[in-house]
C-alpha cells in the first residue's frame, strides 16, 4: 500500500463529514529559512539544515504504512544526536526496522503492555494501537535519545485549565502555545498526534507576535511542521494557525484535519469509536466511570523536558506541568 493510499483509508470517515472545498496551497519548502507571508513576530523553531540531515538521505520517509512515530522517533533521536554534535543515530532507513524490532522485546511499561501487539509498537504499548501510542512513542525517544534530558507524553484537556470549556479553536490555540513553549526552551522538535491520532508529525517551528512563555494562549500565527510520509526535501509543511485549527489541509500526501478533532474523535461528537487509536487498557491511565477519557477528547504530544523523577512511562498534564497519576 502506498502512502498516498494510506492516508486515503485512514481519513475515509473525516472525509465524510467535510463539505465543501478543500483549502489548496501549496505549503511546501525546501529552502532553509522559514517563510510565511501569512505569519507576523517571532519566529520559534528548530535548526532547518540540522533537521534536514537528521531526515535526510534514505532515512525518511517511513516505510511501513503504520510507523509515522517511529519515523518521528528516528527523525527526533537523529536532530539531537547532531545537535550534541555526534553522528547521527539511524543513518538509513533500516534503522526504522531496528526500532520496530527492539519494540517487540523491550521498553514495556511497569504496568505491563496492551494486547493484540503489532509489528511497530510491540510491547511498548498500553494501548492496542494501529501503530505507536504516544507512550510508545516517549520510551523510544528516551531510551535512544543522546541528551540526557527526560522525555514525556504530554496531554491537554481543557477541564485542566477551565471550569467552562471554552471555544474550540481557544483550546487548541491553548494547546499549541505549551508546543510552542517547548520549541523556545528546548530548541527540539516535538511529536505532535495528529488527524485524530491516525498520524503523527514532527513539529519543528512556530510564529508568534508575543512570547509563548507569558502569554497564554499566545498569538501563534503558523506552524512548521515535518511530515514522515515525505523526505527530507518534500516532508516541510507550514501552515497558517487557521488551518491548523480547522483542518481541510490538502497536500501532497492527502487531506489532512490536523488539530480540528481531538484524539480519538474525528468528528467532534464525543463519539469514541476509533479502534485504531484507543485508550490504555493497562495501567493507571486505563479510564474509569470516574476519569473516563485519557487521551480521548484532547491533545496529545511527545517531547524533552526536566521532569526526571519520572520516567516516559508517567504522562504530563500540559498545563500544569505535572505529572498525571490518573488519567
Given at each position: 500500500m502506498t502512502p498516498r493510499q494510506r492516508i486515503a483509508i485512514r481519513l475515509a470517515f473525516a472525509l465524510i463529514a467535510i463539505s465543501g472545498g478543500l483549502l489548496a496551497i501549496a505549503l511546501t519548502h525546501t529552502n532553509t529559512e522559514a517563510s510565511c507571508s501569512t505569519c507576523t513576530g517571532t519566529y520559534y523553531g528548530v535548526n532547518e539544515t540540522r533537521m534536514n540531515q537528521a531526515i535526510g538521505g534514505t532515512i525518511w520517509p517511513q516505510t511501513l504504512s503504520n510507523a509515522c512515530a517511529v519515523a518521528d522517533v528516528v527523525g527526533l533521536v537523529n536532530y539531537d544526536y547532531l545537535k550534541a554534535g555526534k553522528s547521527l543515530k539511524f543513518p538509513n532507513s533500516a534503522y526504522q526496522t531496528s526500532v520496530e524490532q527492539y519494540n517487540q522485546t523491550s521498553g514495556s511499561s511497569e504496568w505491563g503492555y496492551a494486547k493484540p501487539t503489532n509489528q511497530v509498537g510491540g510491547i511498548t504499548n498500553i494501548a492496542p494501537d494501529f501503530g505507536n501510542d504516544p507512550r510508545s512513542a516517549a520510551n523510544d525517544v528516551q531510551h535512544y535519545d543522546v541528551s540526557g534530558s527526560a522525555v514525556h507524553d504530554y496531554i491537554y484537556r481543557w477541564q485542566f485549565a477551565h471550569r467552562i470549556q471554552p471555544s474550540y479553536a481557544q483550546q487548541v490555540l491553548e494547546a499549541t502555545t505549551l508546543i510552542v513553549r517547548g520549541l523556545k526552551n528546548w530548541q527540539e522538535p516535538a511529536i505532535v498526534f495528529i488527524n485524530g491520532g491516525l498520524?503523527?508529525?514532527?513539529?519543528?517551528?512556530?510564529?508568534?507576535?508575543?512570547?509563548?512563555?507569558?502569554?497564554?494562549?499566545?498569538?501563534?500565527?503558523?506552524?512548521?511542521?515535518?511530515?514522515?510520509?515525505?523526505?527530507?526535501?518534500?516532508?516541510?509543511?507550514?501552515?497558517?494557525?487557521?488551518?491548523?485549527?480547522?483542518?481541510?489541509?490538502?497536500?501532497?500526501?492527502?487531506?489532512?484535519?490536523?488539530?480540528?478533532?481531538?484524539?480519538?474523535?474525528?468528528?467532534?461528537?464525543?463519539?469514541?469509536?476509533?479502534?485504531?487509536?484507543?485508550?490504555?487498557?493497562?495501567?493507571?491511565?486505563?479510564?474509569?466511570?470516574?476519569?473516563?477519557?485519557?487521551?480521548?477528547?484532547?491533545?496529545?504530544?511527545?517531547?524533552?523536558?526536566?521532569?526526571?523523577?519520572?520516567?516516559?512511562?508517567?504522562?504530563?498534564?500540559?498545563?500544569?506541568?505535572?505529572?498525571?497519576?490518573?488519567?
Amino acid at each position: 500500500m502506498t502512502p498516498r493510499q494510506r492516508i486515503a483509508i485512514r481519513l475515509a470517515f473525516a472525509l465524510i463529514a467535510i463539505s465543501g472545498g478543500l483549502l489548496a496551497i501549496a505549503l511546501t519548502h525546501t529552502n532553509t529559512e522559514a517563510s510565511c507571508s501569512t505569519c507576523t513576530g517571532t519566529y520559534y523553531g528548530v535548526n532547518e539544515t540540522r533537521m534536514n540531515q537528521a531526515i535526510g538521505g534514505t532515512i525518511w520517509p517511513q516505510t511501513l504504512s503504520n510507523a509515522c512515530a517511529v519515523a518521528d522517533v528516528v527523525g527526533l533521536v537523529n536532530y539531537d544526536y547532531l545537535k550534541a554534535g555526534k553522528s547521527l543515530k539511524f543513518p538509513n532507513s533500516a534503522y526504522q526496522t531496528s526500532v520496530e524490532q527492539y519494540n517487540q522485546t523491550s521498553g514495556s511499561s511497569e504496568w505491563g503492555y496492551a494486547k493484540p501487539t503489532n509489528q511497530v509498537g510491540g510491547i511498548t504499548n498500553i494501548a492496542p494501537d494501529f501503530g505507536n501510542d504516544p507512550r510508545s512513542a516517549a520510551n523510544d525517544v528516551q531510551h535512544y535519545d543522546v541528551s540526557g534530558s527526560a522525555v514525556h507524553d504530554y496531554i491537554y484537556r481543557w477541564q485542566f485549565a477551565h471550569r467552562i470549556q471554552p471555544s474550540y479553536a481557544q483550546q487548541v490555540l491553548e494547546a499549541t502555545t505549551l508546543i510552542v513553549r517547548g520549541l523556545k526552551n528546548w530548541q527540539e522538535p516535538a511529536i505532535v498526534f495528529i488527524n485524530g491520532g491516525l498520524h503523527s508529525v514532527l513539529v519543528t517551528g512556530a510564529w508568534s507576535s508575543n512570547d509563548p512563555n507569558t502569554h497564554f494562549p499566545a498569538n501563534i500565527q503558523g506552524l512548521v511542521y515535518r511530515d514522515s510520509e515525505g523526505n527530507s526535501s518534500t516532508s516541510r509543511q507550514e501552515i497558517p494557525i487557521s488551518t491548523w485549527i480547522g483542518g481541510h489541509f490538502s497536500n501532497q500526501f492527502g487531506v489532512y484535519s490536523l488539530w480540528s478533532f481531538y484524539y480519538g474523535d474525528r468528528f467532534k461528537t464525543g463519539d469514541m469509536r476509533n479502534t485504531l487509536d484507543p485508550e490504555p487498557i493497562v495501567g493507571p491511565y486505563k479510564p474509569s466511570a470516574r476519569f473516563p477519557h485519557h487521551w480521548y477528547l484532547g491533545f496529545t504530544w511527545v517531547q524533552h523536558d526536566s521532569i526526571t523523577a519520572y520516567d516516559a512511562d508517567w504522562a504530563i498534564n500540559a498545563y500544569t506541568n505535572r505529572v498525571m497519576l490518573t488519567p
